[in-house]
């Protein structure tokens, strides 16, 4: 009886050492659940917000589109090990980020990536934007059109330049899907129906989104 116990105690814990080695999205909403993570971010589409009032006022960032946001090893990363993305305190232009974010530890954060992964809106094409050193989209980030004002990115030198109102885009390449990118640009009401990032649909064609984006996911790589 005795040995019978050990020998389910010891595949007890081989099973356990499988699940822990391999990331588990259900295991990952279970904890998004259990974390409290729900308190201040949503993970079921459409967007919610219907004023400025609401996208100003939102605890964390939507992520019902996540799997289509980040690039996975970014997040399980980041889930562990949050550093701020957004300068000031969401769009806030005085408060700034007080960079507390609630950290998980690496298995968790695994599993929470893997979860968070799963959810995409069905509106991003894949493999559209090629991501290089694009010269119209930095034309059109640094010139043409007012992005540096409101975003922190990576200048020649390696100088951290650019606005404060955004998420800063420094090593967005690491962070975001080029194509989610695009996608971004091309429908923001489907991703930010309201939001403090004005609207370029109708001021860039959509060669010149995809020069942009291309661009921005090539900070940092
Ligand atoms: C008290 C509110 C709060 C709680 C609780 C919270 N978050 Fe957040 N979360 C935020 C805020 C605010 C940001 C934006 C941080 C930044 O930009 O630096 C954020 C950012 C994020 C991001 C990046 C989103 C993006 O679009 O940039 C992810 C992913 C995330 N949180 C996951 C989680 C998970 C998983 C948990 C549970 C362990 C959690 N959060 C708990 C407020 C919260
Ligand atoms: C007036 C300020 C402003 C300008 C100009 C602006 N943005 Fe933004 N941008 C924002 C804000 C604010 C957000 C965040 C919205 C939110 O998460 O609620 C944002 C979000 C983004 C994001 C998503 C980042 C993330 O982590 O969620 C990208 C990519 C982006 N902007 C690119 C651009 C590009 C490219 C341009 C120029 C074509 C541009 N922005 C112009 C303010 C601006």
Known sequence: ?????????????LMTAATASKADPSAGQATFEAQDCVACHYTEGPARETTIEDQLAKTGPELWYAGDKFVAEWLTAWLADPQPIRPMQFNSLTDENPGDHPALDAGDAADVSEFLMTLTSGVV???VVRVKKNAKGRQIFTKKMPCSGCHQYE????DIMGGRTGPSLVDAGARLNPDWILAYLQQPETFKPVKMMPVFVGLLSDKDMANVASYVANFGR
């Open 1 to 13: 009886m005795k040995r019978k116990l050990t020998l389910l105690a010891s595949a007890a814990c």
């Open 125 to 127: 094409e894949e493999g």
């Open 155 to 158: 200048g020649r030198g390696g």
